[in-house]
């Protein structure tokens, strides 16, 4: 059995259930440095749970095509994850609604260029899935010494693709 997912782009209110969406989006809340920066304030709810703190990590994730066969989804239940792209690339971002401690039916979503993601906390999401090389992010996550990973193997896979 084949099971098919279509592609759809990230909007922010498409992703709210999931995340939040990082970018420049309307007008700035704020103009500062002089007049020349436009500042687009507090854009994601960071939460990083009683016993973590805010880390900056860098990944370099090796670039996937489509179509992508989608075999492991993933959630942080300790705190959420900022992945903020270091290249004008899009990437394909997966998420899933939680089904009594399962992921359910997953959508995926093409981000455009410069656009981030910040996942919830306890959010079901596909691995980090660069479409171009180099697959450089800023991830914006918890640190912590209590388990923060749990992993959902899709057997069969679901097929995504644009």
Not at 7 to 21: E, I, K, M, N, S
Not at 43 to 57: K, N, Q
Request: hydrophobic share 40%; aromatic share 10%.
């Amino acid at each position: 059995m084949t099971r098919r997912i279509t592609t759809r782009p990230l909007t922010a209110r498409r992703f709210a259930p999931f995340g939040d969406v990082l970018d420049c989006a309307g007008e700035p809340d704020k103009i500062i440095n002089a007049g020349l920066c436009g500042r687009y304030h507090d854009r994601a709810t960071l939460d990083f749970g009683p016993d973590g703190r805010a880390g900056i990590s860098l990944f370099n994730a090796t670039p996937r095509s489509l179509p992508y066969a989608l075999d492991l989804l993933e959630r942080h239940p300790q705190g959420s994850q900022a992945f903020i792209p270091m290249t004008e690339h899009p990437f394909l971002v997966i998420v899933a609604p939680d089904d009594g401690g399962r992921p359910g039916a997953p959508l995926a979503f093409l981000t455009a260029p410069h656009q981030g993601i910040n996942l919830h906390r306890g959010t079901w999401h596909g691995v980090l899935t660069p479409l171009f090389a180099p697959g450089l992010f800023a991830v914006v996550d918890r640190i912590g010494d209590t388990p923060n990973l749990e992993e959902f193997f899709l057997d069969p896979p679901y097929i995504v693709a644009a």
